[in-house]
C-alpha cells in the first residue's frame, strides 16, 4: 500500500468522523442560525425604535433675535447626511435605497419669537431642542443651544444642518447664485484618483479600492479561524487516541508523517468545509453586495486572489503540523491547547500588526515579513492586493518556496513531535527526554 | 524444514539508564505459532514494538521476510498491543473498516470481511452499535477480529484473551489454531503458560532484556524436566533397578525418578519383565509454569 493511500484511508477517516460528529453539525450549520438570531435580537429592538424616532421629522426651535435666519414658518431643510456621493450611488444601486432614506435625519426649525416660548415647547418635549441666535451673533458668532436632559446623539447634525442653513442665509441676495452656492458648499462633489509608481492613474475613491484592503483582511481572519478550529480538532482527535489506546494500532499499520500528514487533511478539510458553509450562507444573504461593488467600479486584485489559495492551504498546513505535533505533547486536551498557543499567536502576528502593513505594504517590515514563513502568506496576499505591481514575481517565487520549504521540515518537526507524543504516556516529555527521544527517531 | 519470517540479531536497546534489551537474538518460523514470554517489564512489550517500528533498536538488526525490516512490510504484519483499545465513539464496523482499511485493504473489501469477522466471533449484532456500548469481552474480541481481517502474514498478539471468560477463550486459541493450518506465523505474547504448552511449537524466554530460553516447546520442557516417568498399573508396582524413588499417587499411580542416565524405556521393560501390569507409562515434563518460574526466580538470584 503506498504512503498516499494511507495517508487517504486516514484523512478519509478522519474527515468522516469529524464531520458526523452532532457537535460539528451543530458549529457548521447552528452557528449561523445562532448569530443572525443574536442579531436579530440586538437590531431589532433598535430598529423599531430607530424607526419610530424617525418616522416623524426631528422638530427644533429657533429664537432668532438678529433675524438672520428670517423665519416666517416651520423649514424643512431636508435630508442630512455625511455619506459620500459615491457611497450613496452604490447602495442605491444596491436596493438599499430605502435603507439610506430610513437612515438620513430630516430636520425642521420652527421659529420662537422669545426664549421662555421655546423653553416651554421643549419642557413640554414638543421640541428635540431649541437654538437661541443672540443680537450679537455676527460679531461674535456665538449660539446657545438647550436639549433635554436625556442623552442625545443626534446634536451635531441638527448643528450642522442649522449652520448650512445660516450660510446660506447670510449670503444669499448679497452675491450672484453661483458664488453664494459655493460659499454655501465649497466643495460639491470629489473624483478621486489614484496614481501609481509606474505612473498609471487608477480610480483613486474609497469604495472602488474596498477590495484592495477587504481581501487581504479577510484572508489574515479566515487563516486565522481556519488554523484556530481546525488545530483544535486536531489536538481533540489526538487525545481521544491516546486515551482509547489506538496510538499503537495506528503506528504498527502507517508511519507518523502519514498520520499527521491524513490528519492535516481529513480534520483540515472539515474545518475548511465548515468555513466554506458560513462563506457560502453569508454570501446567499448577502448577495446585495454584488451590484454595490460592480456600481462602485471595484478595482479587484485579481493577483491577490490568485495567490490566496495556495498561500492558504500551504500555510494551512505548515501552521497545522507545527500545532499538531506540539499539541501532542500535552497529556490532556487543555495542556495540548496551551503548548500550542505559541503558533496560534504566530499566526495571529500579521493581523496584530495590520497598521504598519497597510500604512506601509511595500516598506522594510512588509518585505521582511513576506520571507518569513510565518507570515508570508498574509503578507504576500496584502502587498498583492494592494499594488500587485509592487510585488516582483521573484518576492511571490521566493516566498511561496520558502514556505514550501518551511512546510516540509514543520511537518517534519512535527511528524517528530507527534511521534514523542503519542509514545510518551502520563507526564508530559522533558525538553530532554522531547531531543532524546527525537535523536533516537531520526 | 520451515524457513524464519522475523528474525532478531542482537537487539539492543536501552530508555536512559534502563536497558530493557541486551543483545537479544532468536527467529520465527513461518506458518507457527511462537510465544514470546518473559515476567512483566523484562523487555517482550519493547521487543515487538521494535518489530512494528513503533521504537528503534539502538543497536541491531531485524529481518522480516528475508529481508531488513522497512515500513513497507507493515502491510503484512498485525498487532495487536498489550494496551488496546478502539474508537469508542464510532461505530463497530467503521472503526474495523478502518483498521483493515489501514493495512491495505479496500474500504469495501475491509468492510466486506468486518461483516464476516463480526459473525464468526459470534457478534454479527454488534457491527452497528457504538464501541463503548460493547461489554469488555465484546470488545475484546472486536479487538482481535480488527488486527485479524486482514490475515497478516505475521501476526502478534500480546495477552490475546486476559478478560475473556473460557468459552471465549477457547474461540481465540481455535482462530490462532486455523491461523496455523492456513500458514500464517503468530507470535503469542502470554502469561497464560497452559496456553503456551497447548498452542506454541516454539518459545523464547526473556527476562532482565536477556534472552533465557529458546526452543521447541517439548524440548524446552524435557531440557527443564527430571528424569521422571508417571506409571498406572494394576496391583502393587514391583522394584525394578535404576530406580531413585518411587512416589505413590494413589489410584494406581506412580511417579517414578530414574537414576541418572538410564533410559525410560529400560525401565518400562523391567518393570513389564517383572509381572508389573502396565497400563500407561509417560515420561514426565517440567510444566511451562515452572519452568517460567524457574528461570525468573535464577535470574533475580
Known amino acids: 500500500m503506498s504512503a498516499w493511500q494511507k495517508i487517504k484511508t486516514v484523512a478519509t477517516f478522519e474527515f468522516l468522523s469529524a464531520v458526523k460528529r452532532p457537535g460539528y453539525l451543530i458549529a457548521t450549520f447552528g452557528m449561523p442560525l445562532f448569530m443572525a438570531a443574536y442579531g436579530a435580537v440586538v437590531a431589532v429592538p433598535a430598529y423599531i425604535a430607530d424607526k419610530g424616532s424617525r418616522a416623524a421629522a426631528s422638530v427644533y426651535g429657533v429664537v432668532d433675535e438678529p433675524g438672520v435666519l428670517r423665519l416666517s414658518g416651520d423649514l424643512n431643510v ?19 435605497g430605502q435603507a439610506l432614506e430610513r437612515a438620513l435625519d430630516n430636520f425642521v426649525f420652527r421659529p420662537y419669537t422669545s426664549r421662555d416660548e421655546a423653553h416651554a415647547a421643549l419642557a413640554a418635549r414638543h421640541l428635540k431642542g431649541y437654538f437661541v441666535i443672540p443680537q450679537n451673533y455676527l460679531r461674535d458668532g456665538r449660539l446657545d443651544v438647550y436639549t433635554p436632559d436625556s442623552f442625545n446623539v443626534s446634536g451635531s447634525d441638527s448643528r450642522n444642518a442649522l449652520s448650512d442653513l445660516l450660510r446660506r442665509r447670510l449670503v444669499e441676495q448679497r452675491l450672484d447664485p453661483a458664488l453664494s452656492a459655493r460659499v454655501v458648499k465649497p466643495i460639491e462633489r470629489t473624483r478621486r484618483f489614484a496614481v501609481t509608481r509606474n505612473g498609471e492613474v487608477r480610480d483613486g475613491g474609497s469604495t472602488a479600492s474596498i477590495l484592495r484592503f477587504a481581501v487581504p483582511l479577510v484572508f489574515m481572519v479566515l487563516f486565522l479561524i481556519s488554523v484556530l478550529m481546525t488545530s483544535g480538532y486536531l489536538m481533540q482527535g489526538t ?38 458553509v458560513w462563506l457560502t450562507m453569508l454570501m446567499v444573504t448577502g448577495v446585495g453586495v454584488v451590484p454595490l461593488l460592480m456600481s462602485a467600479r471595484v478595482d479587484v486584485p ?8 495556495p498561500f492558504f492551504v500551504i500555510a494551512f498546513l505548515f501552521f497545522g503540523g507545527l500545532m499538531l505535533g506540539t499539541g501532542s505533547l500535552g497529556t490532556n486536551m487543555r495542556e495540548a491547547q496551551q503548548l500550542a498557543m505559541v503558533w496560534s499567536l504566530t499566526a495571529a502576528a500579521p493581523l496584530m500588526m495590520m497598521a504598519v502593513l497597510i500604512r506601509e505594504p511595500n516598506g522594510l517590515v512588509a518585505k521582511v515579513m513576506t520571507w518569513v514563513p510565518f507570515t508570508a502568506g498574509p503578507v504576500v496576499i496584502l502587498r498583492a492586493s494592494n499594488d500587485a505591481s509592487q510585488l516582483a514575481w521573484w518576492e511571490i517565487a521566493g516566498s511561496l518556496l520558502v514556505l514550501v520549504g518551511a512546510t516540509w521540515l514543520g511537518l517534519r518537526l512535527g511528524a517528530r513531535l507527534f511521534r514523542i507524543g503519542l509514545l510518551s504516556a502520563g507526564a508530559r516529555p522533558t525538553l530532554r527526554e522531547i531531543v532524546r527521544q527525537a535523536r533516537l527517531t531520526s | 524444514m520451515s524457513t524464519p519470517v522475523v528474525i532478531f540479531d ?10 530493557a534489551l541486551r543483545g537479544v537474538s532468536f527467529d520465527v518460523n513461518s506458518g507457527e ?27 541491531g538488526r531485524v529481518m522480516v521476510f528475508g529481508e531488513p525490516r522497512s515500513r513497507v512490510h507493515l502491510d503484512r504484519l498485525g498487532y495487536l498491543p498489550e494496551e488496546r483499545g478502539l474508537y469508542t465513539k464510532l ?6 473498516t478502518y483498521f483493515g482499511a489501514l493495512k491495505g485493504l479496500s474500504r469495501a473489501e475491509a468492510r466486506r470481511r468486518s461483516l464476516a469477522w463480526l459473525e464468526k466471533v459470534e457478534l454479527p449484532h454488534v457491527a452497528t452499535w457504538k464501541v463503548d456500548r460493547l461489554s469488555k469481552g465484546m470488545s475484546q474480541k472486536v479487538q482481535i477480529a480488527s488486527i485479524l481481517l486482514s490475515d497478516p502474514d505475521v501476526c502478534v498478539l500480546d495477552e490475546p484473551t486476559t478478560g475473556l471468560d473460557p468459552v471465549n477463550v477457547q474461540m481465540v486459541q481455535d482462530l490462532l489454531l486455523e491461523r496455523r493450518r492456513n500458514g500464517r506465523t503468530t507470535i503469542l505474547s502470554t502469561h497464560h503458560m497452559s496456553q503456551v504448552e497447548e498452542l506454541c511449537d516454539r518459545v523464547a524466554l526473556i527476562n532482565q532484556g536477556q534472552l533465557m530460553v529458546y526452543g521447541e516447546v517439548d524440548e524446552v520442557r524435557r531440557r527443564y524436566s527430571l528424569p521422571e516417568v508417571r506409571v498406572h498399573a494394576r496391583g502393587p508396582l514391583p522394584h525394578v533397578p535404576a530406580v531413585a524413588r518411587t512416589t ?9 525418578l530414574l537414576s541418572d542416565g538410564t533410559p525410560p524405556h529400560e525401565v518400562l521393560a523391567a518393570l ?3 509381572g508389573a501390569c502396565v497400563d500407561r507409562f509417560e515420561p514426565l515434563l517440567a510444566p511451562m509454569e515452572d519452568i517460567f518460574v524457574r528461570v525468573v526466580k535464577e535470574g533475580r538470584a
Open chain 2, 33 to 59: 505459532i511462537f510465544g514470546l514470554l518473559g515476567p512483566n517489564g523484562a523487555g517482550k512489550s519493547t521487543l515487538i514494538r521494535i518489530l512494528m517500528d513503533i521504537i528503534r533498536a539502538d543497536k
Open chain 1, 78 to 96: 431636508g435630508k442630512q447626511s455625511p455619506i459620500s456621493e459615491e457611497m450613496r450611488r452604490a447602495l442605491e444601486a444596491a436596493g438599499q
Open chain 1, 302 to 309: 485579481w493577483l491577490a486572489l490568485a495567490l490566496a489559495a
Open chain 2, 248 to 256: 505413590d499417587e494413589g489410584e494406581g499411580s506412580w511417579r517414578i
Open chain 2, 10 to 19: 542482537t537487539i539492543e536497546k536501552a530508555y536512559g539508564q534502563i536497558v
Open chain 2, 91 to 96: 461505530a463497530v464496523v467503521d472503526v474495523m
Open chain 2, 272 to 274: 513389564v519383565a517383572s
Open chain 1, 239 to 276: 487525545a481521544t487516541e491516546k486515551e482509547n489506546k489506538v496510538v499503537d494500532v495506528l503506528l504498527a499499520s502507517a508511519n507518523p508523517d502519514q498520520i499527521l500528514a491524513g490528519k492535516l487533511l481529513g480534520l483540515g478539510g472539515a474545518g475548511l468545509l465548515q468555513i466554506s
